[in-house]
DNA sequence: AGGTGTTTGTGAAGGGGTGCACAAATCGCG
DNA sequence: CGCGATTTGTGCACCCCTTCACAAACACCT
């Protein structure tokens, strides 16, 4: 976090939906607590159990209870949550009630999958543009979208309003095209790019690097193993290998 | 974290590496500057100061030498770090100093890309074998590695030693596939499936979910929208929120 | 209506992480 | 050899987050 709100800024009661600020923790989870409304939803449920759900997204139920308090009163005690009354709560703080659209910059081995991937849509993101520097690619349809040049980001930011940027691009292409989505106006991006951006404040980035999640996979595999050799020292339980971050930061981050 | 560790249990000296234990906010941002490091080391320098490092890494200067201080005392006072050494010593203590096997299992779209992701091999893993569930698929050849049936997981890793498991199936399938590499020996997953996998005490679990990072920039993009068109109580600057979370976090990992 | 069982919402305690600010340590130079 | 400049390593205070535990609130049953 590179700065504290003002304490009193937000209060601002009167608004429409008075944005209720939440803990950053809190809005990394919502997305998880969304997936599992809507998989209890197809399953028939109507309502939920703070326990029900916790369990359902990988929580503590206590947890799960205060993130959902942040959002205001949406559960009836002796009963639980009501699932459709939730995810419409959660759709709207997280800004999902609007299909949001994205433009893909790098349609290489990793754009092409993303350019591919249908989990976007069925959770309320429509990828409205392919875009490469490479001219070769210039051109090529992709999942039924045609590949534009980068030097168009103006024209296509003007006619689809883009509201994310994914960078897909290998490292050293990377904050060129972050410098130019920056300039069309984007203020959000998500970047694949193993490397730092620097972007202007009022630009969130978040990053994700699939080798540094293997990385850290790598150490606690290193660690497990470097345990399992020792002769144990007095604790008799190493093989279970309590220690654990098993399956608790783990299973949802990003958390990290 | 699931549990603390027993205070006294990992004094230990005398051991070959004697694990330092560190915290796993700091094992979560190692990763960073050893990829920050190399691009140091390949630009020439040899030394780096604490405020260098932190700035490639994207990191403050204060927390970056916190974090190498529980690896020990690898810099010099006055000089700053020997950037060969700490690359020789993160990758030491992230287990990376042997090349680290990975099976894919789920050669779909994702799993298609990450099968051809160069990221991999440049960091010290090497993607030994390609699985799916469909018969179908199985014979496919993939960046030269044939695609075998699932069925087929305790040969391939009596074959080759498999040391973490990458799971790119759709959800439904996700956790019957965990437990099958979980039933072969494999003690760490990294989830693509968007689902909460459940897996013994022991087994590392890490979820990367593409849709969750872009529902939290949906979230900041929406909480700004909200702002702006508010006549500004008294705050301004929106603050880009270069800071992140653990794992798969803003700017830098994951991490959240 | 009243009692009972269940579940939410939250106060409070504790742990961990972050960043400031400074002392200790090292280098280079006169 | 001593001094100043530079940079590390860390004690400390603060803040956020997590977790426990419990009172308040609601539904259901008799």
Redesign the pocket.
Known sequence: ??Q??QPGASGRTGAIPALPDL????VS?LPEYLRALHALADAGHET??????ANAAG?????L??????L??????????DVALLVDQISSVLGLTQCRTVALVGVGNLGHALAGYDGFANRGFRIAALVDADRSRVGEVINGLVVRHVDELPQIVAEESISIGVIATPAPAAQAVADQLVAVGVTSILNFAPCVLSVPDGVDVRKVDLAIELQILSFHEHRKASLTALPATGGSALTALPGGFAA??TQEAI?T
């Open positions: 976090m590179s504290h709100r803990p950053e923790a809190t989870r939920v159990s703070s326990e029900g759900l929580v503590n139920s206590a947890k209870r205060k993130d959902l308090s942040h205001g009163s949406y559960g009836t005690r002796g009963v639980g949550y608790t930061d958390g």
